[in-house]
């Protein structure tokens, strides 16, 4: 199993320019998550989902939007980028099916500068 | 909102040394999760503490989750230079499988 991937592994982007994060799973789970990781700064949860077809926002949504039509994928898009969404962006997931226990598998991250 | 708070946030020990970092949840928790993430790595699953007052160890790593269920604690023993990175606490966010992640506590060990 690959695990968590995610693509690009660094991206520079310009004031206003869109992108989009790529993030795959290939061990069944049903729940993904993107955070972002600031320098200093522990994680914190732009949006989740708990299966396909079904997202919903965490702490710092604004700015990003997710999608989720396949339990292996969950793009994460940013419109409109800005300097404070410089960041590191961690996806995760994790397989509940006896609450509450559930491991998240990370990952490993995309950097990605706005300039 | 909820809260989880960690001290401190950074600690700098001789190789040898003991190490303790320190979790606060505003609100009683159900479960606890510790993490560490290696300097340029992602955060990689360490434990999960359950029950009140629950111990576990994992060789010479002890996790402690408070009777009130609010509060853990991380100790290294002896710690070694592959000691070396960030320890984070995170307590489940409300919603089911969401976790609050505290900020961290970077360890660094002199040889």
């Known amino acids: 199993n690959a695990g968590v991937t995610q693509t690009p592994k660094f991206r520079i982007l310009k004031i206003g320019q869109s992108m989009t994060l790529q993030c795959a799973q290939d061990?069944?789970?049903?729940?993904m998550y993107w955070y972002r990781q600031d320098p200093g700064m522990g994680l914190k949860l732009i949006y989740y989902?708990?299966?396909?077809?079904?997202?919903d926002k965490g702490e710092v949504p604004n700015g990003y939007n997710v999608s989720r039509s396949t339990t292996e994928d969950f793009p994460l898009r940013l419109e409109l980028a800005a300097p404070s969404q410089t960041s590191v962006y961690f996806c995760?997931?994790?397989?509940?099916?006896?609450?509450?226990?559930?491991?998240?598998?990370f990952g490993p991250g995309t950097r990605l500068t706005v300039l | 909102g909820q809260q989880v708070m960690q001290i401190p946030q950074y600690q700098h020990v001789q190789e040898g040394e003991d190490f303790t970092t320190y979790c606060n949840s505003s609100?009683?928790?159900?479960?606890i999760q510790w993490y560490k993430q290696r300097p340029g790595g992602h955060p990689v699953f360490l434990i999960q503490?359950?029950?009140?007052?629950e111990v576990k160890k994992q060789k010479r790593l002890t996790f402690q989750f408070g009777e009130a269920k609010k509060n853990s604690s991380l100790h290294i023993t002896a710690t070694q230079t592959t000691d070396v990175g960030t320890y984070f606490c995170?307590?489940?966010?409300?919603?089911?499988?969401?976790?609050?992640f505290g900020k961290g506590t970077k360890l660094s060990v002199k040889p």
């Open positions: 995760a997931s994790s397989f509940i099916t006896i609450p509450p226990y559930n491991e998240q598998f």
């Open positions: 061990m069944n789970h049903n729940y």
């Open positions: 989902s708990v299966g396909a077809g079904i997202t």
């Open positions: 609100t009683t928790l159900s479960n």
């Open positions: 503490l359950v029950k009140s007052g």
């Open positions: 995170a307590g489940d966010g409300g919603s089911q499988g969401n976790l609050i």
